[in-house]
């Protein structure tokens, strides 16, 4: 079956520095997406990739989607402590008709003044 | 905020009960998932629908089932529940290739 592993699964930064969690899949993925996990609470989600090579930026948050459509990244430049949490990324298979959604191990990351 | 709910939120039980975690939306996706995370770790897809009547098992093997006979009701039954229940289960919902949407949780515990 479908397998997503994330790299690292644990992240300690000071803030300011940056940080990268990197998603990569078994299989061609349709489309990747990304969430956010605070600790306690559930995933929320932050955006979607489509197409091959995409890039998106969400102010200090940028993403992107790998050519082959099996691996993805999330960079966050200049971390805060709101940045804390889990990062996941999620993504459907081209057969099936994208029913499934597979999310990744996830990266945690911490912030330390 | 998203339109999707778990009842309970917590449930503390004894083994070989029968249980059923509720999940409902009013979005009216036509896909809904079932999740199991524990603490701090990995989301596992443990079942799946993409449609009424339509349901999938998921990525890791459950002793779960699942029913979808109306597109906002995708309940979780556990028919005997044991302490490696013991875990958060997360419910999703979302529309063709677009963004899931989650429940609060329920926390499980099986004493």
């Known amino acids: 079956g479908q397998q997503v592993m994330q790299i690292p699964q644990y992240q300690h930064v000071q803030e300011g520095e940056d940080f990268t969690t990197y998603c990569n899949s078994s299989t061609t993925l349709s489309n990747i997406q990304w969430y956010k996990q605070r600790p306690g609470g559930h995933p929320v989600f932050l955006i979607q990739l489509v197409k091959s090579g995409e890039v998106k930026k969400q102010k200090r948050l940028t993403f992107q989607f790998g050519e082959a459509k099996k691996n993805s990244s999330l960079h966050i430049t200049a971390t805060q402590t709101t940045d804390v949490g889990t990062y996941f990324c999620a993504g459907r298979g081209v057969t099936g008709g994208g029913n499934k959604l597979t999310f990744g191990t996830g990266t945690q990351l911490k912030v330390e003044l | 905020e998203a339109d999707i709910y778990q009842t309970p939120r917590y449930l503390v039980i004894g083994t070989g009960k029968k249980i059923t975690l509720e999940c409902s939306q009013t979005?009216?996706?036509?896909?809904m998932y079932w999740y199991q995370q524990d603490p701090g770790m990995e989301l596992h897809l443990i079942h799946y629908?993409?449609?009424?009547?339509?349901?999938e098992k998921g990525d890791l093997s459950s002793e779960s089932t699942v029913s979808r006979i109306r597109t906002e009701h995708f309940p979780l039954t556990l028919e005997s529940a044991r302490p490696s229940h013991t875990s958060q289960y997360l419910c999703a919902s979302s529309r063709v290739n677009t963004e899931a949407f989650f429940g609060q949780g329920t926390r499980l515990t099986v004493v």
């Open positions: 979005m009216g996706h036509d896909k």
């Open positions: 629908s993409y449609g009424v009547n339509s349901t």
